[in-house]
């Protein structure tokens, strides 16, 4: 809803807003079929649901764990299910998938979050390199893999070094993907120094990686985790002392 609402302010005359549970296959279906229906075949997807638990792994909850795969990866599945047909028939089109930086290595206390977007990345790499092999290039992925956004879903996570791995902005996360998508780019890391650490992970040993990870904070980044729902009670019970 917020991003209909800055389409409007942009003077967008035609926006259009659906409410759907993407972790519910059928929901996510009937949904598509609204929108082919009353707006056309969509051309760019982007799939950018994520949740986040921030425990330690024995500390989760099952149904925490199946949530995690449910949101941020199996309801790229379902999306794509549902309006990739129309691309391919088309050969005009882009997905966008949204994994993270902990999709491409193991972080402490992202368990079920880290190996949920693992699996997102190797679906849209695996869809990308089948749509070439039936030739059909010009229906284009990108696939982001950023660094903690600050949404209120990291809420008290922190960084050592944050010149080199900031907490991002979705302003400025946001623009990046834009530019992505404008130059058909298929990876896209943010920030830069991220081609530069996943590169040293595939040629040290897991001593060494060990060792990198905690120079680089990332053995203690969630220890102060309050998430984005821990945080607005946070907020909730500040504002009631202050009344």
């Not at 972790?23 to 279906?29: A, F, G």
């Not at 941020?72 to 050969?91: G, Q, R, V, Y």
Request: charged content about 25%; some cysteine.
């Amino acid at each position: 809803m917020e991003t209909c609402r800055l389409a409007k302010e942009k003077g967008d005359v035609k926006v259009f807003a659906y409410k759907c549970d993407c972790s519910n296959r059928k929901e996510v279906y009937r949904v598509a079929d609204q929108v082919k229906e009353e707006v056309g075949d969509v051309t760019i997807l982007i799939n950018n649901a994520g949740v986040v638990t921030g425990k330690p792994f024995l500390d989760i909850p099952d149904h925490m764990v199946e949530r995690s795969f449910l949101v941020n990866a199996l309801s790229h599945f379902w999306t794509c299910k549902a309006f990739l047909p129309a691309m391919i028939k088309a050969d005009h089109g882009h997905l966008v998938c949204i994994s993270s930086i902990a999709g491409l290595v193991g972080t402490n206390r992202l368990s079920d979050y880290s190996s949920s977007k693992f699996a997102a990345f190797g679906f849209a790499e695996s869809l990308f390199l089948e749509l070439n092999i039936l030739r059909k290039s010009k229906v284009k992925s990108t696939i982001v893999c950023p660094y903690f956004i600050k949404t209120g879903m990291f809420e008290g996570c922190a960084t050592k070094y944050p010149l080199l791995l900031p907490l991002l902005d979705q302003e400025y996360v946001a623009q990046k993907i834009f530019n992505a998508i404008l130059e058909e780019q298929v990876y896209l890391l943010i920030p830069k120094f991220s081609y530069f650490a996943i590169f040293l992970k595939q040629i040290i040993s897991p001593k060494m990686m060990i060792a990198l990870s905690e120079y680089l904070g990332m053995d203690t980044c969630m220890t102060s985790f309050k998430g984005r729902i821990k945080a607005e009670e946070l907020q909730a019970e500040a504002e009631r002392k202050q009344q």
